[in-house]
C-alpha cells in the first residue's frame, strides 16, 4: 500500500498569488538585470521596528542569555504582561470588555485565519467576500469543506459576496443561509471600510442564522474616519456571533518578527450532531495547545513595548508614513484618469485597469514598461478581475518614483 495525499490539496487551482508573482519578477528581473523594480504588490512593511520596540527586543534576548532570567515554554494562550495591555490599550478606551481568558497571542493573523478553520465541521457552509485575501478560501479547500472550482473560477460549496464598483464594494447579505461568514475591514485587497450601520446588519444576520462571523481587523490602526469601527465588538451583539483577528505586522512592523491575537470571546458556541452546545474558547484553547508553543518571550516583550507612550508615538508616525503613501498614490493614479478606490483607511489602493485590460495584462504592462509590480485583483477571485492593488508601504522615496513612472505611461493607460 502505498502512502496517500490529501486530495483536497489538488483542488487547488494555482500558486498562492504572491508566489506566482515571484516567480514572475525574478524570471523578468534575471532577463533585465539593468532594471531597478520596485515591488508595491505584496502586502509587507518596510520601515524597521519602532526604537521603543527594538530596545525592550534588545532586553528580553539578553534576559534569555542569564539563567537567573531565561524563559522556557510560556503559556501557549500567551503571556499576561502582553494580554493585559491588550485588554487595557485596545479594548477597554473603545467599551469593550474582555477576559484574559478571550484573548490568544499568536504567531500571526494569517496562521489564525488559516487555522481557525479547524475547530469546526466540515458540512459547515462558508461565506466569503469576492475579491477575498486568499488564505480564506484555500484553507477550507485543503480542509476538505469545498467541492472543485468551477469554469467560472469558484469553488463549489462555497458562497461568493460579489464586492464590486456597482455595489460600492461592500458584500451584500447571503441570500440563503450560511455558517461561517469571513470579512475582513479595513478590506483586504480593495481598501474599502464598513460603517458602523453596515456592519451592525452582518451582526445581526449571524444572531438570527445562528451564524459566526471570522472578522480580521488587522488593518484596523488605518482608520482615519469617524463612524468607522475598529473592532466588531463595539457593535451589541457582536460578543456572541464573532471572532476578530488582530496583528502588529502593519502598524508596528512585525511581519518579520511575528506577533498577533485573536479573540474568542467566552459566549461564543458550537453545536455537536446532538445539538449539545459548546464552548468555541475551549476548543480553539484546545487547539492551540496541542499544536502551537506560544510566541517567544523576547517577541511578546517587545510586543508589549508597542503600547508604551513612545511605542504609540512611533507605531503613528509608521502608520502616518504609509498612509502619506497612499494619498499619493491616490492623487497620481487619479491625475492620469484612473479609477481609484481604498487609501483613505486602508494601506491598499484598488485600481479599476484600463482600457479593459484584465489583471494579468496590466501585471505585464507595468512590470514590462515602468519595472513596477502590484497584485493583479483575479488572483483575489474572480470578482478581482479586472483590478489590481498596489499598497502604500514601500518608501517614500520608491512611491514617488513609482508614480512618477506611471504618469509617464498615460498614453497608454
Known sequence: MTVKINENYLLLKSNYIFAEINQRVEKYSKENPEAHVIRMG?????????????????KAVQEMGQPETFHGYGPEQGYDFLINQII?????????????????VSDGAKCDT?????????????AVTD??????????????????????????????????????????????KVDLIYLC??????????????????????????????????????????????????????????????????????TGTRCAFTIVPEELEGYDAQGKAFKLNSLWNRRQTTKFNGVSYPVQVAAQAVYSSEGQREIKENVDYYMNNATIILKSLKDVGLRVYGGVNSPYIWIKTPKNMDSWQFFDLLLNKSHLVGTPGVGFGPSGEGYFRL??????????EAMKRITSLQEEI
Not at 487595557?88 to 490568544?104: A, T, W
Not at 477575498?132 to 478560501?137: I, N
Not at 477550507?140 to 459576496?161: C, E, F, H, I, S
Not at 462571523?213 to 464573532?242: C, K, M, N, Q, W
Open 42 to 58: 505584496i502586502g509587507d512593511v518596510t520601515r524597521p521596528l519602532p526604537q521603543a520596540v527594538e530596545s525592550e527586543f534588545i
Open 88 to 104: 487595557e490599550k485596545d479594548y477597554k478606551p473603545r467599551g469593550i470588555e474582555l477576559e484574559r481568558s478571550e484573548v490568544f
Open 114 to 126: 488559516g487555522n481557525i478553520q479547524e475547530i469546526f465541521s466540515l458540512d459547515n457552509i462558508v
Open 131 to 176: 475579491p477575498v485575501y486568499p488564505v480564506y478560501v484555500d484553507s477550507n479547500v485543503m480542509a476538505g469543506r469545498t467541492g472543485p472550482m468551477g469554469d467560472n473560477g469558484r469553488y463549489q460549496k462555497l458562497v461568493y459576496l460579489p464586492c464590486t464598483e456597482e455595489n460600492s464594494f461592500v458584500p451584500e447579505l447571503p441570500q440563503e
Open 185 to 254: 475591514f479595513p478590506n483586504n485587497p480593495t481598501g474599502t471600510t464598513l460603517t458602523t450601520a453596515q456592519l451592525k446588519e452582518w451582526v445581526d444576520y449571524a444572531q438570527d442564522n445562528n451564524s459566526i462571523i471570522l472578522f480580521d481587523a488587522a488593518y484596523e490602526s488605518y482608520i482615519t474616519e469617524d463612524d468607522i469601527p475598529h473592532s466588531i465588538y463595539e457593535l451589541e451583539g457582536a460578543r456572541e456571533v464573532a471572532v476578530e483577528f488582530r496583528s502588529f505586522s502593519k502598524n508596528a512592523g512585525f
Open 391 to 400: 499598497t502604500a508601504f514601500n518608501t517614500l522615496e520608491n512611491t514617488r
